[in-house]
Nanobody
Framework: QVQLLESGGGLVQAGGSLRLSCAAS????????MGWFRQAPGKEREFVAA????????LYADSVKGRFTISRDNAKNTVFLQMNSLKPEDTAVYYC???????????????????WGQGTQVTVSS
């Protein structure tokens, strides 16, 4: 089992940047595929970005492609989401997710993840 703790959210003006972090407990972090999702008020949770267990493959939602970058440091049990050129429509609670023993490519479907963090709020003002 793994516990996930997100950090790095906050209030930023449009065009600004934030870097989210997700720290995972346990010693088998490299066995997990990781993903970021978000949920805005009144909307369903949506996929943002995903990274394979090795960090060698990544996938992005079209809405964030070219602006967001997902990465991981397996030595530090942490996955990151660098968010640049933020827009008001990026405002949401951002969640980190983990899928155990996922040795294939990145996973985009939320239902395939085993563990979720509590979320961190990102607010982008216009």
């Amino acid at each position: 089992q793994v516990q996930l703790l997100e950090s790095g959210g906050g209030l930023v003006q449009a065009g600004g940047s934030l870097r989210l972090s997700c720290a995972a407990s346990g010693r088998t972090f490299r066995s997990y595929a990781m993903g970021w999702f978000r949920q805005a008020p009144g909307k369903e949770r949506e996929f943002v970005a995903a990274i394979s267990w090795s960090g060698g493959s990544t996938l992005y939602a079209d809405s964030v492609k070219g602006r967001f970058t997902i990465s991981r440091d397996n030595a530090k049990n942490t996955v990151f989401l660098q968010m640049n050129s933020l827009k008001p429509e990026d405002t949401a609670v951002y969640y980190c997710a983990a899928r155990y023993r996922a040795y294939g490519g990145p996973i985009t479907a939320g239902l395939e993840y085993d563990y979720w963090g509590q979320g961190t709020q990102v607010t982008v003002s216009s």
